[in-house]
């Protein structure tokens, strides 16, 4: 199941939602980024660029997208997990996810991920995701939003993703 190919104009994805950056900066952070479509190693790519700082309590540069339509949820319960096609500068990122039983800003389910400087795919299965200042399990017949996040240290973020999907449909 697709979620964002790319086929839609920038910044809606081919779900309908539209991807947002956010950073540190709605929390007193003073991290940067930016978001743009374009060209990167000879694929068409959303990329998120930034500096990541930890001061003020800072520490994060996201790009995120609603998984449904109108704030709703989407039933992923059929599904194995979330596959990613990324290219990056070595450097580690999280996907996060968000169910409708996510109630605070801090809270999600994350998994980390590489990106090298190369295109590869890479699979996230849903029992791998580690819940995050939350005590609920990962429902993913209720998710509401996704997160490619640069998180936690003081780096040079560079993540590009050409597709979203979930994977594994049984």
Same mark, same amino acid.
């Given at each position: 199941?697709?979620?964002?190919? $790319?086929?839609?104009?920038?910044?809606?994805?081919a779900n309908g939602a539209d991807w947002q950056l956010f950073t540190d900066g709605v929390m007193g952070g003073v991290s940067q980024g930016s978001m743009?479509?374009?060209?990167?190693?000879?694929?068409?790519? $959303?990329?998120?660029?930034?500096? %990541?700082?930890l001061e003020n309590n800072g520490g994060f540069v996201q790009i995120a997208l609603d998984?449904?339509?109108?704030?709703?949820?989407?039933?992923?319960?059929?599904?194995?997990?979330?596959?990613?096609? %990324?290219?990056g500068n070595d450097e580690r990122y999280g $996907?996060?996810?968000r169910t409708d039983a996510v109630t605070r800003p801090w809270q999600?389910?994350?998994?980390?991920? $590489?990106?090298?400087?190369?295109?590869? %795919? %890479?699979?996230?299965?849903?029992r791998a995701f580690q819940p995050h200042?939350?005590?609920a399990p990962l429902d993913v017949r209720r998710l509401r939003r996704l997160g490619l996040v640069a998180i936690g240290r003081a780096f040079a973020?560079?993540?590009?993703?050409?597709?979203?999907?979930?994977?594994?449909a049984s």
């Open positions: 199941m697709v979620i964002d190919d $790319l086929s839609a104009p920038h910044p809606r994805a743009q479509r374009e060209s990167v190693g000879g694929r068409l790519a $959303l990329r998120m660029q930034g500096a %990541v700082h998984l449904a339509a109108h704030g709703g949820a989407l039933d992923a319960g059929a599904h194995e997990g979330v596959e990613l096609e %990324v290219f $996907l996060h996810l999600s389910y994350r998994h980390p991920f $590489l990106a090298t400087p190369e295109w590869r %795919v %890479v699979r996230l299965p849903f200042r939350l005590d973020a560079d993540l590009a993703v050409a597709r979203v999907s979930l994977y594994g």
